[in-house]
């Protein structure tokens, strides 16, 4: 039976699950009943922090145009560009044993591709989730349902898992932007073209 989250609680991954090495971080929505007139193309990303709570490099962000980290530790299993369908929508694999060193932290983080074009926000999205399976036993250990608590917003830090006394943790964060990828990449220390 997974954990479920509220917004704001943090909780061990590690510690009770001394054999829990490389999970899949599952995210998921549904598009509410109202047309735009265009696709929601929601993309999930992981931002790679160091104790400043910056990447320290570019490539530590990885998303849709930068599907596998360097080190191996974190892949990113493809751009979905509808939502549609059960389940989940977009999948990041996470080696724990791999993450370099200098990453205390990986954020989790949902936008809406060409938001303001669209004329889209997370008000008009639902269902919307993260959830952490451990890969070995495909069990599913955490899930966090994030609510319908957005409206104008055009990014999402879903989440974060971070080190703590040599373990992981996840913290269910479901905190809303406004300004989309690029104010995520500003906020992260990424600069954007």
Not at 21 to 44: R, S
Not at 79 to 106: A, R
Not at 127 to 141: L, P, S
Not at 166 to 188: D, M, P, T
Request: hydrophobic share 40%; with cysteine.
């Amino acid at each position: 039976m997974p954990i479920s989250l509220s917004k704001g609680q943090k909780v061990d991954l590690t510690k009770g699950n001394p054999g829990l090495k490389k999970i899949m971080v599952g995210l998921g929505w549904d598009v509410n009943a109202f047309d735009t007139g265009a696709n929601f193309d929601l993309d999930a990303a992981a931002f790679m922090l160091g104790a400043n709570g910056k990447c320290p490099a570019s490539n530590d962000f990885v998303f849709y145009g930068n599907l596998e980290h360097a080190s191996g530790s974190v892949k990113h299993m493809g751009d979905n560009l509808t939502g549609e369908g059960e389940g989940d929508d977009e999948q990041i694999e996470v080696d724990l044993t791999m993450v370099p060193p200098n990453i205390e932290k990986i954020a989790f983080t949902v936008t809406i591709y060409e938001s303001e074009k669209n004329g889209q926000n997370f008000g008009q999205v639902s269902n919307a989730f993260i959830r952490i399976v451990d890969e070995a036993t495909g069990t599913e250990v955490i899930r966090y349902d994030l609510g319908e608590d957005f409206s104008i917003e055009t990014a999402v830090v879903v989440g974060e898992l971070y080190r703590h006394n040599g373990e992981w943790k996840f913290n269910a964060i479901g905190s809303g932007f406004q300004g989309g990828l690029a104010a995520l990449c500003g906020h992260y220390g990424i600069e954007v073209e």
